[in-house]
């Protein structure tokens, strides 16, 4: 919860996604023209567990998911005015934010120059460590670097990779979307880190 924001209490029956829809943004426009706290808190309530899923799955850090939920939160909160129903969702609008969030928190740490283990991007090239003579490649890379050899990949490589690993989705998901088995997807992805490998090798 934000400082002064009670939670409140979960409904024993969860309404419908369209009655859901409708009910966040008459909240949210109150929030906006009455600056109203019991407004919010309802808001707060349904969209912080659902952030924190979300920020676990792309960060894999609870300090981190949660600094994001409380960033996205203020961030909603301050510009409830920006929303409009017309123009999309309150779940869209809010997941935009906290995307944003997610990568200015990435390029913050850029900007710091400190070492992004590649697993904030790429989970499965921690996995590809070889021998203990190495450089572990968190070490070796930083997110530019990965971003520079993630661009050399062959597109289908890459619209696979970036699917699964900027944008979060399941190998499964990213197989129905693309109308393709989901062996192919696999494929790709285990042939894209073995090629961002080698580009790292080679790189060095």
Request: hydrophobic residues 40%; glycine residues 4%; contains cysteine.
């Given at each position: 919860?934000?400082?002064?924001?009670?939670?409140?209490?979960?409904?024993?029956?969860?309404p419908k996604p369209k009655e859901c829809a409708q009910e966040m943004s008459q909240y949210l426009a109150t929030v906006a023209?009455?600056?109203?706290?019991r407004s919010f808190s309802k808001i707060f309530s349904y969209f912080a567990p659902r952030l924190r899923s979300y920020a676990l799955k792309q960060i894999g850090n609870e300090a981190l998911a949660?600094?994001?939920?409380?960033?996205?939160?203020s961030n909603v909160w301050q510009k409830a005015h920006l929303f409009n129903a017309d123009k999309g969702s309150p779940s869209t609008w809010i997941f935009t934010i906290a995307r944003n969030i997610r990568f200015d928190m990435l390029r913050k740490q850029q900007n710091r120059k400190e070492d992004i283990c590649s697993d904030d991007l790429w989970p499965v090239l921690c996995e590809h460590t070889a021998d203990a003579n190495e450089v572990p490649l968190d070490e070796q890379m930083t997110l530019e670097q990965v971003s520079n050899l993630f661009n050399n990949l062959p597109a289908k490589q890459k619209v696979v990779i970036e699917a699964i690993y900027v944008e979060g989705k399941s190998q499964q998901e990213v197989a129905?979307?693309?109308?393709?088995?989901l062996g192919t997807v696999k494929s790709r992805t285990r042939l894209a880190l073995q090629r961002l490998k080698e580009m790292l090798v080679d790189h060095d």
């Open positions: 919860m934000l400082v002064g924001i009670p939670l409140e209490a979960k409904s024993s029956q969860a023209e009455e600056r109203c706290k949660m600094e994001l939920v409380q960033d996205t939160m129905d979307e693309l109308d393709i088995p």
